[in-house]
């Protein structure tokens, strides 16, 4: 299969796959994440030393959520099994299908103290591509409707962020939605990997910042 025809072949499948997933982490989301990969990967390209892997950047972004942990009962090996699987199925090189296997595995935030194994200048595009589609007006979208799907408060003045959680603890939290911000969402801007993704990440994270601010005003009846 020519590249293009692997790329149309996963859209298919990824569509398929998720057309009943929850809100945030649905069809949208993965062409989101897609759409700023490429458009990151473009960016970096022109200053990188070495040529970027298109296609691992691109099925990367397909396939970093085709079966998220959280959806399959906290099981990690979910998802890159079934990136693997499709990309055999597509009989996609060896030395791709390992590359991308290894940033769906690594992709996720997984708590303030987890340390990442593995890093590569493709996984580092891909990760910027899913944070983005974490912040700003649309990470604050997806954060309040995976809250609502999880049957969470809204915000919990009595019940304060946690910041030093390890990766069991952040896995199983349950605390208000609010709490996120602080505990993933406002951390990520600091966090991102390429020049272009921290350019893009900037606003959004401000964007977040004034929406807070906003919120614990509206809170307390001030506005």
């Known amino acids: ?22 809100g945030g982490h649905d069809w949208w989301h993965i062409q989101r994440v897609w759409n700023n990969a490429k458009h990151i990967a473009q960016q970096e390209q022109q200053t990188s030393k070495q040529p970027l892997d298109l296609l691992t950047i691109e099925l990367g972004a397909l396939l970093h959520d ?10 990690e090996d979910a998802g890159p099994q079934k990136a693997l699987g ?10 791709t299908r390992m590359h991308v296997t290894q940033i769906v595995r690594h992709i996720s935030f997984k708590g303030g103290n987890h340390a990442q194994a593995f890093r590569s200048p493709e996984l580092d595009i891909v990760q910027d591509a899913d944070r983005l589609d974490a912040l700003g007006a649309i990470g604050i979208a997806r954060a ?11 915000y ?6 946690k910041l030093d959680m390890n990766k069991e603890a952040y896995k199983n939290s349950n605390a208000p939605t609010l709490n996120h911000f602080y505990e ?40």
């Not at 499709?86 to 030395?95: A, F, H, R, S, T």
């Not at 350019?199 to 307390?220: G, I, N, P, S």
Request: charged share 25%; proline share 4%.
């Open 86 to 95: 499709l990309m055999q199925e597509m009989e996609v090189p060896e030395e």
């Open 184 to 223: 993933k969402l406002l951390l990520l801007k600091d966090r991102m990997n390429t020049a272009t993704g921290r350019k893009m990440a900037e606003a959004r994270h401000q964007y977040m910042k004034t929406f807070l601010h906003q919120f614990y005003q509206e809170w307390e009846g001030m506005v």
């Open 144 to 154: 309040f409707n995976y809250g609502g799907f999880k049957n969470r408060a809204l």
């Open 156 to 161: 919990d003045p009595s019940i304060p962020p």
């Open 66 to 75: 085709i079966a998220d942990a959280k959806f399959h009962e906290g099981n």
């Open 1 to 22: 299969m020519s590249d293009q025809s692997i790329i149309n072949y996963t859209i298919t499948h990824v569509k398929s796959a998720l057309q009943d997933a929850e």
